[in-house]
């Protein structure tokens, strides 16, 4: 439920009810601004009626949210929700954010060359992976925390942010010092105790992937798991969900943009490298990303694709993410977000 108080009711009238439904067992998320008081109900608030509740003085509207998600809710919060990340980047608001990097950190050397080159297109976060969770357990896993120390040194010298997998809960206070974003990646998108873990122990934005076979009210419900945790900081990103199509990696969900823009207030960006697993569609299925509304993409970027240690396939070498990048300018002269 949502309670909306009456534009001049008081601090002590919005203390009075919230402290009767706290005795009652519920939680209370305050999500009030300058001009208004606003908060929500957690808990099962079927007993509860509406009418009842705006009996208490001060009280202007109760309305039920029928999702079973709340927090994450378009009804819950009308405005969209935007995440501010390290050097001034923000997402979901006016900015089309491209992060882009290798899909594992490999060495010192190549994430160096990586990031100055993505630097110099446009990216403002790097991506990089630390720990990868491989379909063959013989695949390339990583360098962990190695890795992540590379992340973090290269992307400082390029006034870049970081943001990386993580695996599992334990590796929480590894990653902290090191990333800027924490990414939940499609395999862990229902790894519930990962989830309400990192919604407990970091304050620091969430990008959260969907899973191959997830429908878009599971994505929201793994997102509501993070929030109802104590962190709101989270970003949605469709990467493609399984079909019976074995032509390109995954199915890019592009309508999933406009889906989640409508039902929830958090802002969502595009993977199209693992949607298409094809370097020559990455382009034009970022250009697409970006008219349809997203609000940026993650793109994975190597100098020597045929030589990396994992999916070359769908990596831009460098020459190929700076035409794309001077591509997406282009749009952005007749598009809200600017690049």
């Not at 970006?290 to 030589?307: K, L, Q, T």
């Not at 070359?312 to 591509?327: C, N, R, T, V, Y």
């Amino acid at each position: 439920m949502i309670v909306q108080m009456k534009p001049h009711a008081t601090k002590a009238q919005f203390e009075h009810i919230t402290q009767f439904l706290i005795k009652k067992g519920f939680e209370i998320k305050d999500v009030s601004s300058a001009n208004i008081m606003v908060f929500g109900i957690i808990g099962d608030t079927k007993s509860l009626n509406p009418t009842d509740l705006e009996a208490f003085e001060g009280v202007f509207q109760v309305t039920r949210v029928s999702t079973p998600y709340k927090l994450a809710s378009r009804s819950f919060k009308k405005t969209d929700t935007i995440i501010k990340v390290r050097h001034n980047i923000e997402i979901g608001g006016d900015q089309f954010v491209v992060m882009a990097g290798p899909c594992s950190v490999e060495s010192y050397e190549n994430t160096f060359e990586i990031a100055k080159a993505v630097k110099a297109s446009g990216a403002t976060i790097l991506r990089g992976g630390a720990y990868k969770p491989r379909t063959s357990p013989y695949a390339f896993q990583g360098m962990g925390v190695d890795g992540l120390k590379i992340l973090r040194e290269v992307a400082d010298q390029f006034d870049l942010a970081v943001v990386s997998e993580i695996m599992s809960e334990d590796m929480i206070e590894t990653f902290e010092p090191y990333v800027d974003i924490y990414q939940i990646g499609a395999r862990n998108m229902q790894n519930f105790h990962l989830l309400k873990q990192l919604g407990a122990r970091t304050k620091k934005p969430i990008l959260l992937k969907r899973g191959l076979s997830a429908t878009i009210e599971e994505w929201l419900m793994s997102a509501e798991y993070i929030m109802a945790s104590g962190n709101d900081q989270v970003i949605l990103c469709e990467r493609g969900i399984r079909t019976f199509e074995k032509y390109t990696r995954n199915t890019l969900d592009i309508s999933a943009v406009l889906a989640v823009k409508e039902l929830s207030h958090l802002p969502v960006i595009i993977d199209p490298s693992h949607a298409a697993g094809k370097y020559s569609m990455i382009e034009r299925l970022s250009m697409a990303s970006y008219a349809v509304g997203s609000d940026g993409i993650i793109v994975e970027v190597h100098p020597d694709p045929e030589h990396a240690l994992s999916d070359g396939a769908q990596s831009l070498k460098l020459e190929k993410f700076d035409h794309m990048m001077a591509a997406l300018r282009n749009m952005s002269a007749v598009l809200d977000k600017k690049v």
